[in-house]
């Protein structure tokens, strides 16, 4: 045991019998009444609230984290070596400890630290959360003889359990687990039960919480209302986490950071490089220039889309390159895939040094780092079960610059940044935008590229982009796009023989692009489509749609 139970104990309301429903709410309105002891740092809306989730390695708890942001209350993942002084700034209205591998009496098993338990705040421990407040408090947790996988019917014990309001006495939820409470520690009551769990779900008079199965995943399809009668309920937030919000708190906290600093930022067409260079704009206006390099890789329209809403209608200072011709230049015999983004990124990052010199004194870079990528780092160190993840980044911008950074997407997830753009008028196409490589059609183009290949790619990609568009799926599909393979096939066109190109189309289904599926799309748009690339790309006479999943095949060819 790592907690001192003797500092707990001095705090901790022992009960005997139910949890009483009256003392959770007394405590939840006690708690939306309290006010702030220190300025916290300002990382959310003007009426802050948040909680904290303490990770112990589990591959969900960014999802727990999304669940919590959908409820519309801010939250942030830390590790669970975190000290509090990392945490306290954030004042959190309750902790969320989430699930992890392994078993709570394994050696060097990660426990709660103890604040979680010292601070008197609403805990809500899930599947290993569950088993280590068990056994940090006093009860008693079985190491499990055999794994409970999959749905499991879960039957409360009582009807007035302010964490199950408003929810069936029996709904199904997703168990994954090895171990579970044997003994609940004193002062805890059971509120729930399956077939075999006897304690599926138990609490303290305190808000201190255990679920043994995890509410936030899709599979337990109450999961969410239950997580946001947890922060309603019982840790008294009442959901003041919106873009309207995060976006004047941002203004504020940028213009703080930057003071009469300048600040350079590069636009790529991409959503999350669109709402920073926007924040931005708002928060700094003059002191902020743009730089959109055009590689001459990109789609068709994709350059004169950006100069419109960034130089046109916002009014930016804005400075746009066309530097394709050096790239094209450098990309000269080039076949490798892994040598084109070598060059690419190289070359990029010289072309944005060049403009950046131009400008004269700068201070700050303005980034659209996002959230998956800030836990990624800050939990690597301190995880258990490290998430692999391949990233083939370029683009990226100099280190040598030494500029400050300014992040202001640090803490959101994509979806809230969409959510962000549309706040801040940015045009629906652009924040809906499919992810596009950074280098661009280059990876689309299976061999050489040339600036007669592109013209090829960029016009067999239009047609899969509208003719996907007017069917009403683009949103629905990670990514769609034609790629332009070497092969060239005999093929008829009236009455005479040709001998074109074969154009790959890829259409793929993912969350995170980690996996991937092939789109099952209708046979008549697939006809649709095929028909107008081989119609009006003259290059072109033969289609064919990529079935291949990823893995084992990857979403782009190269
Ligand atoms: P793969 O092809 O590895 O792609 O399944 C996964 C996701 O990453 C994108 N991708 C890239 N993005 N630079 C980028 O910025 C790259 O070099 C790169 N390669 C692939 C790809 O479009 C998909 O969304």
């Given at each position: ?6 500092k707990q ?9 139910d949890?009483?429903v ?9 708690r939306?009444?309290?006010?702030p002891?220190?300025e916290?740092e ?18 969900y708890?960014?999802l ?28 959190p ?17 990660p426990?709660?630290?103890?604040y ?7 805990v ?28 499991a019917?879960?039957?409360q ?10 929810l ?14 044997e003994?609940?520690p ?12 006897p ?8 808000g ?16 969410k ?8 309920n019982i840790?008294?937030?009442?959901g003041?986490?919106t873009p309207?919000?995060f976006?004047a708190?941002?203004i ?24 920073v260079a926007?924040?931005m704009?708002?928060a ?15 789609r068709?329209?994709e ?10 209608n ?18 000269k ?10 060059i ?8 944005f ?5 131009k ?11 996002l959230y998956?990528?800030?836990?990624e ?6 995880r ?12 990226g ?33 652009m ?37 996907i ?8 599909l990670?990514?769609?796009?034609a790629?332009l ?10 009455d005479s ?8 189309l ?10 991937a ?13 095929s028909?107008?690339?081989?119609n009006?790309?003259p ?8 079935i291949?999943?990823k893995?084992?095949?990857?979403i782009?060819?190269?």
């Amino acid at each position: 045991m790592t907690v001192d139970n003797s500092k707990q104990d001095s705090h901790r309301v022992a009960v005997s019998g139910d949890v009483e429903v009256s003392t959770y709410l007394e405590i939840a309105e006690e708690r939306r009444g309290e006010q702030p002891q220190a300025e916290p740092e300002e990382r959310f809306g003007a009426e802050r609230e948040a909680v904290v989730i303490v990770d112990f390695g589990s591959q969900y708890s960014w999802l727990i984290a999304r669940r919590v942001r959908e409820c519309r209350v801010y939250c942030e993942i830390v590790p669970h070596d975190a000290p509090w002084e990392n945490v306290a700034p954030l004042e959190p209205k309750g902790f969320i400890l989430s699930g992890g591998p392994g078993s709570v009496y394994e050696p060097e098993r990660p426990q709660a630290p103890a604040y979680v338990y010292e601070q008197r705040l609403p805990v809500l421990g899930i599947c290993y959360g569950m088993q280590l407040i068990a056994h940090q408090l006093g009860g008693k947790v079985a190491r499990g003889t055999k794994h409970e996988y999959g749905l499991a019917v879960l039957h409360q014990n009582s009807v007035d359990t302010p964490l199950f309001a408003g929810l069936p006495s029996e709904m199904p939820v997703w168990m994954s687990h090895g171990d579970r409470i044997e003994e609940m520690p004193p002062g805890f009551t059971s509120l729930a039960y399956t077939d075999n769990s006897p304690i599926a779900a138990m609490g303290n008079e305190q808000g201190v919480i255990g679920l043994q199965f995890h509410p936030e995943v899709a599979h337990t399809p109450q999961g969410k209302n239950i997580l946001q009668n947890f922060l309603y309920n019982i840790c008294g937030c009442s959901g003041t986490w919106t873009p309207g919000s995060f976006v004047a708190e941002s203004i504020e906290r940028i213009r703080e950071q930057v003071g009469e600093g300048k600040v350079i930022c590069a636009l790529s067409g991409g959503v999350d490089s669109a709402v920073v260079a926007t924040l931005m704009h708002r928060a700094v206006g003059d002191q902020l220039t743009c730089i959109f390099v055009d590689t001459g890789l990109l789609r068709r329209e994709e350059g004169e889309r950006i100069n419109n809403t960034f130089q046109k209608n916002m009014r930016m200072n804005f400075i746009h390159v066309d530097a394709s011709d050096r790239f094209l230049e450098k990309l000269k015999g080039v076949i490798d895939p892994e040598e084109k983004r070598h060059i690419i990124g190289e070359e990029f990052v010289k072309v944005f040094e060049e403009e950046a010199a131009k400008i004269g004194r700068v201070d700050f870079l303005a980034q659209g780092t996002l959230y998956p990528d800030v836990i990624e780092s800050a939990l690597s160190g301190s995880r258990v079960a490290a998430t692999i993840k391949t990233h083939h980044n370029v683009g990226g911008l100099p280190s040598v610059m030494k500029l400050s950074l300014v992040e202001p997407l640090r803490y959101l997830f994509k979806d809230e940044v969409r959510e962000v753009g549309l706040e801040l008028g940015l045009p629906e196409e652009m924040v809906y935008r499919q992810p596009f490589p950074g280098p661009g059609l280059a990876i689309r183009i299976i061999g050489e590229v040339t600036r007669e290949r592109l013209e090829i790619v960029r016009g067999a990609d239009w047609i899969v982009m509208s003719e996907i568009k007017n069917a009403g799926l683009y949103r629905q599909l990670w990514q769609s796009f034609a790629v332009l393979t070497p092969v060239q096939s005999v093929g008829v066109m009236g009455d005479s023989r040709t001998y074109g190109y074969m154009v790959a189309l890829r259409a793929v289904t993912s969350e995170d692009a980690m996996t991937a599926d092939w789109a099952r799309l209708p046979y008549e748009l697939l006809a649709r489509i095929s028909n107008r690339i081989v119609n009006e790309v003259p290059e072109v006479n033969r289609v064919v749609y990529d079935i291949s999943s990823k893995p084992p095949s990857t979403i782009e060819w190269e």
